[in-house]
């Protein structure tokens, strides 16, 4: 069983950045192998992938936030970030770290693990 606690979230004005974290807890083996991502999912709108990173470190992201949105992993911290530059009041959302998934693919990429959320706020 894997945990993932998100941290970092908060408000900011429109072209400002944030750097979100996501501990992972449990199985860090897992860690070390799974693919990971961050969804988010904004007030009267379904969740949505953002970001994902594979086993090789290889990150793909949605159009939309591409250039603006890096995703990364710190292995020996069993840490996964997303570091949020050139903010707009678009991506005001509860943003949410997800483990075991298969990038881009179906509804939820059908990750097994999700942590609880952290809220981004941009004005």
């Known amino acids: 069983h894997v945990q993932l606690v998100e941290s970092g979230g908060g408000s900011v004005q429109a072209g400002g950045s944030l750097r979100l974290s996501c501990v992972a807890s449990?199985?860090?083996?897992?860690?070390?192998?799974?693919?990971m991502g961050w969804f988010r999912q904004s007030q009267g709108e379904e969740r949505e992938g953002v970001a994902a990173?594979?086993?090789?470190?290889?990150?793909t992201y949605a159009d939309a936030v591409k250039g603006r949105l890096t995703i990364s992993k710190d292995t020996s911290k069993n840490t996964l970030y997303l570091q949020m530059n050139s903010l707009e009041p678009e991506d005001t959302a509860i943003y949410y770290c997800?483990?075991?998934?298969?990038?881009?693919?179906?509804?939820?990429?059908?990750?097994?693990?999700w942590g609880q959320g952290t809220q981004v706020t941009v004005s």
């Open positions: 449990g199985s860090s083996k897992n860690f070390d192998r799974y693919c």
């Open positions: 990173i594979d086993s090789a470190e290889v990150a």
């Open positions: 997800a483990a075991d998934c298969r990038p881009w693919y179906g509804n939820d990429w059908g990750a097994k693990y």
